[in-house]
Nanobody, 125 residues
Framework: QVQLVESGGGLVQAGGSLRLACLAS?????????MGWFRQAPGKEREFVAA??????????LYADSVKGRFTISRDNAKITVYLQMNSLKSEDTAVYSC???????????????WGRGTQVTVSS
Protein backbone atom coordinates (compact mmCIF):
# COMPACT_ATOMS: atom_id res chain seq x y z
CA GLN A 1 0.00 0.00 0.00
CA VAL A 2 0.92 3.63 -0.48
CA GLN A 3 1.24 6.12 2.35
CA LEU A 4 0.00 9.60 1.49
CA VAL A 5 0.47 12.78 3.53
CA GLU A 6 -1.36 15.97 2.63
CA SER A 7 -0.16 19.43 3.56
CA GLY A 8 -0.84 23.06 2.73
CA GLY A 9 -4.30 23.48 4.18
CA GLY A 10 -5.26 26.39 6.35
CA LEU A 11 -7.48 29.41 6.74
CA VAL A 12 -7.80 31.80 3.85
CA GLN A 13 -10.14 34.63 2.91
CA ALA A 14 -12.55 34.28 0.03
CA GLY A 15 -10.79 35.08 -3.21
CA GLY A 16 -7.46 33.88 -1.90
CA SER A 17 -5.29 30.95 -2.91
CA LEU A 18 -3.76 27.85 -1.40
CA ARG A 19 -1.61 25.08 -2.77
CA LEU A 20 -2.08 21.63 -1.36
CA ALA A 21 0.58 18.95 -1.64
CA CYS A 22 0.30 15.20 -1.30
CA LEU A 23 3.54 13.37 -0.67
CA ALA A 24 3.48 9.69 -1.56
CA SER A 25 5.71 6.84 -0.46
CA UNK A 26 5.82 4.86 -3.70
CA UNK A 27 8.73 6.33 -5.61
CA UNK A 28 9.04 3.22 -7.75
CA UNK A 29 5.46 3.20 -9.01
CA UNK A 30 4.17 6.75 -8.47
CA UNK A 31 4.63 7.91 -12.04
CA UNK A 32 2.64 4.97 -13.39
CA UNK A 33 -0.49 5.59 -11.30
CA UNK A 34 -3.37 8.01 -11.44
CA MET A 35 -3.89 10.36 -8.51
CA GLY A 36 -6.93 12.23 -7.34
CA TRP A 37 -8.16 14.85 -4.90
CA PHE A 38 -11.48 14.63 -3.07
CA ARG A 39 -13.08 16.81 -0.44
CA GLN A 40 -15.67 16.38 2.26
CA ALA A 41 -17.52 19.03 4.21
CA PRO A 42 -19.38 18.26 7.46
CA GLY A 43 -22.68 16.53 6.78
CA LYS A 44 -21.94 16.12 3.09
CA GLU A 45 -20.81 13.29 0.87
CA ARG A 46 -17.20 13.11 -0.16
CA GLU A 47 -16.99 14.67 -3.59
CA PHE A 48 -14.56 14.50 -6.45
CA VAL A 49 -12.36 17.52 -7.05
CA ALA A 50 -9.65 16.67 -9.57
CA ALA A 51 -7.61 13.82 -10.97
CA UNK A 52 -4.51 13.35 -13.06
CA UNK A 53 -3.51 10.32 -15.05
CA UNK A 54 -0.18 8.57 -14.90
CA UNK A 55 2.72 10.26 -16.60
CA UNK A 56 2.93 7.28 -18.94
CA UNK A 57 -0.58 8.11 -20.19
CA UNK A 58 0.21 11.78 -20.59
CA UNK A 59 -0.81 13.32 -17.28
CA UNK A 60 -4.34 14.04 -18.50
CA UNK A 61 -6.40 16.03 -15.99
CA LEU A 62 -10.04 15.83 -14.95
CA TYR A 63 -11.96 18.38 -12.87
CA ALA A 64 -15.29 18.71 -11.18
CA ASP A 65 -17.41 21.43 -12.73
CA SER A 66 -17.46 23.29 -9.43
CA VAL A 67 -13.69 23.87 -9.50
CA LYS A 68 -12.94 23.98 -13.21
CA GLY A 69 -11.06 27.14 -14.09
CA ARG A 70 -10.07 27.78 -10.48
CA PHE A 71 -8.15 24.67 -9.42
CA THR A 72 -5.21 23.01 -11.12
CA ILE A 73 -3.89 19.54 -10.40
CA SER A 74 -0.31 18.65 -11.25
CA ARG A 75 2.31 16.11 -10.33
CA ASP A 76 6.04 16.06 -9.79
CA ASN A 77 7.22 12.49 -10.06
CA ALA A 78 10.75 13.31 -8.93
CA LYS A 79 9.28 14.60 -5.67
CA ILE A 80 6.63 11.85 -5.49
CA THR A 81 4.08 14.61 -5.02
CA VAL A 82 0.75 15.65 -6.47
CA TYR A 83 -0.39 19.24 -6.05
CA LEU A 84 -3.69 21.04 -6.04
CA GLN A 85 -3.41 24.75 -6.75
CA MET A 86 -6.59 26.44 -5.57
CA ASN A 87 -7.33 29.99 -6.70
CA SER A 88 -10.34 32.26 -6.28
CA LEU A 89 -11.43 30.29 -3.25
CA LYS A 90 -15.04 30.45 -2.13
CA SER A 91 -16.65 29.68 1.19
CA GLU A 92 -18.20 26.57 -0.35
CA ASP A 93 -14.69 25.21 -0.92
CA THR A 94 -14.35 24.72 2.83
CA ALA A 95 -13.73 21.02 3.45
CA VAL A 96 -11.19 18.40 4.34
CA TYR A 97 -9.19 17.67 1.21
CA SER A 98 -7.76 14.20 0.72
CA CYS A 99 -5.61 12.67 -1.96
CA UNK A 100 -5.71 9.08 -3.10
CA UNK A 101 -4.19 6.63 -5.53
CA UNK A 102 -6.46 5.81 -8.45
CA UNK A 103 -6.88 2.61 -10.42
CA UNK A 104 -8.08 4.87 -13.23
CA UNK A 105 -8.30 8.59 -13.84
CA UNK A 106 -11.84 8.79 -12.57
CA UNK A 107 -14.36 10.99 -10.79
CA UNK A 108 -15.64 7.96 -8.86
CA UNK A 109 -14.27 7.35 -5.41
CA UNK A 110 -14.63 3.59 -5.86
CA UNK A 111 -11.66 3.73 -8.22
CA UNK A 112 -9.36 5.08 -5.51
CA UNK A 113 -7.49 3.49 -2.64
CA UNK A 114 -4.74 4.26 -0.13
CA TRP A 115 -6.25 7.55 0.98
CA GLY A 116 -4.39 10.18 2.92
CA ARG A 117 -5.74 11.54 6.20
CA GLY A 118 -6.62 14.87 4.64
CA THR A 119 -5.89 18.51 5.29
CA GLN A 120 -8.42 21.12 6.38
CA VAL A 121 -9.16 24.06 4.11
CA THR A 122 -11.29 26.81 5.56
CA VAL A 123 -12.37 29.78 3.46
CA SER A 124 -13.75 32.74 5.35
CA SER A 125 -16.16 35.24 3.86
Amino acid sequence: QVQLVESGGGLVQAGGSLRLACLASNRGTFSSLAMGWFRQAPGKEREFVAAISSSRSGGVTLYADSVKGRFTISRDNAKITVYLQMNSLKSEDTAVYSCAVGRTTSMYKSEYYDWGRGTQVTVSS
